[in-house]
C-alpha cells in the first residue's frame, strides 16, 4: 500500500534515507499544488545539519535535498527559503562546511519556538 501524498511529504522533510523511493513515489501525484501539504520548519534543517556535523549526511546530500525542496508546489518553505536557498545553490553562495552549518543551527535556533 503506498503512502499519501502529506505523509511521503514529511518523510521527505525528515529527510529518511534512501530518498530517491520517497521522491519516486512523490512523483506519482500531480507537480502543481494551490495549497501546500506541509512546512519546512526550523527543525527540519537543524535536523539535517546536525546529520551533517555528524559524518551522517554529505554536503551533496544536504544540497540535493534543499534543491528538491525548493522545486515542491506542496511545501511551504517560507520561514526559512533564504536557508534552503543557501544550501541549494554552494556555488552561487558558498560550500556547506562544519563551521558553517554550526553558523545556520543558532541561526535557526533563534526561530525555534
Known amino acids: 500500500m503506498s503512502a499519501d501524498r502529506k505523509e511521503l511529504l514529511e518523510r521527505f522533510l525528515a529527510f529518511e534515507k534512501p530518498l530517491e523511493p520517497i521522491l519516486a513515489e512523490l512523483r ?18 537543524i535536523a539535517a545539519l546536525r546529520r551533517y556535523a555528524a559524518d551522517e549526511l554529505t554536503a551533496e546530500e544536504i544540497e540535493s535535498w534543499a534543491d528538491r525542496l525548493e522545486m515542491h508546489d506542496d511545501v511551504d518553505a517560507s520561514s526559512v527559503r533564504e536557508v534552503i536557498w543557501e544550501l541549494a545553490n554552494p556555488l552561487l553562495t558558498a560550500p556547506l562546511t562544519a563551521k558553517r552549518a554550526e553558523e545556520l543551527i543558532r541561526e ?6
Do not use: G, R, Y
Open 28 to 45: 506519482t501525484f500531480p507537480f502543481d499544488c494551490d495549497v501546500p501539504f506541509v512546512a519546512v520548519e526550523p527543525a527540519h534543517i
Open 108 to 113: 535557526l535556533q533563534t526561530l525555534v519556538t
